[in-house]
């Protein structure tokens, strides 16, 4: 269908020069095999035949990144955002393919096991195969054009949030970077906490201005919330109320995170499994 332009893709600076070259390799096969790659992504297994569309998942169609765990710790911000940008294009393909008729957007913060959740979905043989799951931050405008454009070809758009304790969050991603090196830095975790519950208010917004049909409802498109107090499946419940994603302000959330990160340092890590 046609190769991705390289404008799209926004270039990082890198002090490495091992990252510069990486970074530019990368850009450089993602916008001259766009094709090639998006049809290698549809082949993992993880992939489900194409149905599961996840930016972490598509950074394994880079060969470098996919050569070990450790490359995928030291490359993954060099490969992020041509990662970025076919995983938009294949979304935005998969939004015109007419087998499809919903969509399920699966988000919640850093940490939340969302992809794990999903490919326990997957396995018990939940995913119906008119239905697509995308994995994502929910961040305006860019969510809500996503969730526009599905709405446009007729696929009915349902949203999950994966609703954690600030606490479960920084365990499981503290397990995450023991296992393949991966972190996430402060700012990034309490951002997108903080603003879990403005940001489905955004997209809410976004999608009654774009439809005014929608407008007749309180809310234009269904959701669920998983509130996590554990990663035992047990635990996990199902709310409708917006109210369970409101963790306090950005200053809240950070000084808890220290509070946090200074208990777990101090305690020997478990084996938890994330979900």
């Known amino acids: 269908m046609g190769n991705i332009d390289r404008k799209v893709i926004r270039i990082k600076e890198f002090d490495s020069l091992d990252l510069k070259r990486v970074q530019e390799e990368t850009i450089k096969t993602a916008t001259t095999k766009t094709d090639e790659l998006l049809e290698q992504y549809k082949g993992f297994e993880s992939s489900h035949n194409g149905r599961y569309i996840n930016s972490d998942l598509m950074k394994m169609v880079f060969d470098i990144y996919a050569e070990s765990q450790e490359n995928r710790g030291k ?21 015109q393919e007419k087998k499809f008729s919903r ?3 699966v988000a919640g913060p850093y940490g939340a096991g969302k992809s794990y959740f999903i490919q326990s979905l997957f396995l018990a043989g939940y995913i119906p195969e008119n239905t697509v799951v995308y994995e994502g931050s929910i961040t305006a405008p860019s969510f809500g054009q996503k969730v526009e454009l599905a709405i446009q070809n007729g696929i009915a758009p349902i949203i999950v949030v994966l609703n954690p304790t600030l606490e479960l969050s920084l365990n499981n991603i503290r397990q995450r970077t023991l296992e393949t090196g991966r972190d996430v830095i402060k700012s990034e975790v309490v951002e997108k906490f903080a603003d879990l519950h403005l940001n489905i208010e955004k997209l809410f917004a976004y ?13 234009p498109i269904p959701f669920q919330i998983y509130n996590k107090p554990s990663n035992v499946p047990k635990d996990l419940s199902i709310s409708y109320n917006l109210g369970d994603l409101q963790h306090g302000t950005r200053q809240d959330i950070s000084n808890q995170y220290d509070r946090i990160i200074s208990e777990i340092m101090e305690r020997p890590q478990d084996n938890e499994r994330e979900i």
């Open 207 to 219: 999608l009654k201005l774009r439809f005014p049909e929608l407008q007749k409802d309180e809310y």
């Open 75 to 95: 490359y993954n911000l060099a490969v992020t955002n041509s990662a970025a940008c076919l995983t938009n294009e294949f979304y935005v393909r998969t939004m």
């Open 103 to 105: 969509c399920l957007y």
